[in-house]
């Protein structure tokens, strides 16, 4: 998450980002919606420090944009199923424009009802949950995101890898202050640490993850050919398989292991469905619901507990007063790749 | 959860089960339907071999009908608020009455829109959450629970309690089979078994709590004067947090500071409300959602990992069969307790 290591980095103002990422995406012959999207996510990746999710993602969206389903013209059309259920098919395209699609509907469902669902299905997804659970915050509702991605993840008690890294982001509004916000992956470990260890030809923690014969080990070459273990033992495995429950089959989408069969060693980003919940605090607990909260949040801090997404806030504030940081090393990777 | 302990028990029947708790709470003076309520929960619970939600809670229910504020005549009335939120007052009697009588608009409320909301308000809280997600399921809706507690939990990161141990529980409807259903606590471990460590005057693992300075300790009895730590770290914490959020001010309702102060020292089960989420799978996911579930079930079971939920199944098939087991010392010590 740090938005500065050692290596040497430049500062790019938020539209030269947004320009990296555009030049990039549409000499790729992607068309502008879904663009103008992924840059609105990498963007503000990038920005909050949120490194793994930032521009580090464009040059793997060269071997999903050459998966053979993958559409380049996808045009998601918002379905309003019901008052409180909405549906955004990405059409096999990036999921995230199809989310960013769905969000007026979902925000409207949870005022007007007090709760609501978005179901976005058929998207190939890259990008971190937290920018659009913290946009429907900023609308004053709370949000909770979900999906499947690859079945990486070995269910408590298991052997072989069966879950996804099934990462959940929720978001709740605050009056005076920028919006609660989580997202974290349900895994212990994220598969890319696991994968720089090896590179390093470090060990890693042995609750991380198992071998082949599902066995745990400290080889992260050996969990990547096995399996990673969720987080919180049996209690994480559990919230793991209620996201692939309801991110997957609930909303009529892929399980993790489906996904990846969908991918047929095409190394794309995991294509599968996403949902959304969104609640109205005001509606279903009264004008005062949001002032009630901020005692809870007031626990945090008069202890000096850190409130999950303040890094990225604090990112952010530097982003704006000195610019988006962005590797060297990188910039001139993503400039090598645009024909 | 071992049904059958190395003390002496006699096998009862559900009726002479149910028999002793009305039995109980009658004489206590508490409404017919309270009781009825109290003997559905706490019977499944014993029936189901978790015998810390069984009878074992029938004495403590004595602190809780003694609180000041306590309603031995709530009589619940569901409020429709909007077509998918379901409110049900407690009026500050036992909270699963009010939540068993809400249950059928939650689950009409997701079968006709797809997700509904039932939030329980001012309710004393003692019984397990995951039968009335268990019914849900049998009805084709998945639905979860939550709840705050006391703020018996440090924050991930921060010295002293703040939170809840907050459960959580999930069921999912199967064809045929019975549903998958899980509830935990978001603590790392119950405070059940960190008293009965002090009790027994054992030593507990280092990551279940802090002492009153915030320092980790393996003294349990330092633990109970200090706080609790969440399940999976970070991640817990978060969970936790949300779960704190979600069923205290977004329901209108105590956090679990707030309830811990209500309780002023009268140690009455905890007061507060109670979120249900339920959604349609088949309304959502379409008619082959349930079914397409079934293999990520299958995928536990091929690798012989236990589904949660199953060690109740198989308690309760052992109970029909041979009867309840009861403790000979409770059950006597229930039979004294009655004027």
Not at 19 to 41: H, K, R, W, Y
Not at 46 to 58: E, I, K, P, V
Not at 93 to 106: I, K, V
Not at 255 to 281: M, N, R, V
Request: with cysteine; glycine share 8%; aromatic share 6%.
């Amino acid at each position: 998450m740090a938005p500065i290591q050692s290596e040497k980095h430049i500062w790019f103002s938020e539209v030269e980002v947004r320009e990296l990422i555009s030049t990039f995406l549409l000499a790729q012959g992607l068309n502008q919606p879904q663009v103008d999207s992924m840059a609105n996510m990498l963007t503000a990746a990038q920005r909050d420090g949120s490194l793994s999710h930032g521009l580090q993602r464009l040059p793997g969206t060269l071997d999903t944009m050459a998966h053979p389903r993958f559409n380049k013209q996808a045009d998601p059309q918002v379905q309003n199923i019901t008052p409180v259920l909405t549906r955004v098919d990405a059409h096999h395209g990036f999921s995230c424009l199809a989310a960013e699609r769905g969000m007026s509907s979902l925000i409207s469902s949870a005022r007007d009802f007090g709760v609501g669902l978005l179901a976005v299905n058929n998207g190939f997804h890259s990008t971190a949950l937290w920018p659009l659970v913290e946009q429907a915050a900023n609308s004053g509702v709370a949000a909770m995101s979900m999906n499947p991605t690859h079945n990486w993840v070995v269910p408590s008690g298991g052997r072989s890898a069966l879950l996804g890294t099934n990462p959940i982001a929720f978001a709740w509004p605050r009056p005076n202050s920028r919006p609660y916000v989580f997202d974290f992956a349900t895994s212990a470990a994220a598969r890319a640490d696991i994968a720089m260890a090896r590179n390093k030809q470090q060990q890693i923690p042995d609750d991380w993850g198992l071998d082949r014969n599902g066995q745990a080990t400290t080889d992260p070459a050996e969990v990547l050919a096995g399996s990673m273990l969720p987080f919180g033992a049996h209690k994480g495995s559990a919230i793991s398989t209620m996201i692939e429950l309801l991110a997957g089959p609930m909303i009529g989408d892929r399980s993790s292991y489906q996904s990846k069969q969908f991918d047929a060693d095409a190394d794309a980003a995991p294509c599968h469905g996403e949902l959304f919940i969104a609640f109205s605090p005001e509606l279903t607990g009264g004008p005062d619901a949001l002032h009630e909260a901020e005692a809870i949040f007031n626990g945090f801090t008069d202890q000096g507990a850190r409130l999950p997404g303040n890094r990225r806030y604090q990112a952010r504030d530097t982003s704006a007063r000195m610019g988006i940081p962005v590797s060297v090393a990188l910039m001139n990777r993503i400039r090598s790749l645009i024909p």
